[in-house]
């Protein structure tokens, strides 16, 4: 059973900057990909950002040349950089990670952005 652990969310003014983290913890060998999804009051949820176990990387077009995401050495351990925020990503982000043919989710954590 793998469980994911989020923090670093909060309030930020626009431009400001925040930084995400997402352990997994549990009876873990090899993670697979790991990613951030968000998702605004209404809409439906969205990746913003993914990483494989090899390091490759995606972003969504709302989000490239602002956020980064990386994985630690240990590669159970993925942060997202989110730099230059907008109100529009004002969102609950939740962590992804792919284990064994499985789907695991974090429980969320709020980003609120104010104009």
């Known amino acids: 059973q793998v469980q994911l652990v989020e923090s670093g969310g909060g309030l930020v003014q626009s431009g400001g900057s925040l930084r995400l983290s997402c352990a997994a913890t549990?009876?873990?060998?090899?993670?697979?990909?790991m990613g951030w999804y968000r998702q605004a009051p209404g809409k439906q949820r969205e990746l913003v950002a993914s990483i494989t176990s090899g390091t490759n990387t995606y972003y969504a077009d709302s989000v490239k040349g602002r956020f980064t995401i990386s994985r630690a050495n240990d590669k159970d351990t993925v942060y997202l950089q989110m730099n230059s925020l907008k109100p529009e990503d004002t969102a609950v982000y939740y962590c992804?990670?792919?284990?064994?043919?499985?789907?695991?989710w974090g429980q969320g954590t709020q980003v609120t952005v104010s104009s």
């Open positions: 549990g009876s873990i060998f090899s993670i697979g990909a």
């Open positions: 992804n990670a792919s284990y064994r043919l499985s789907t695991y």
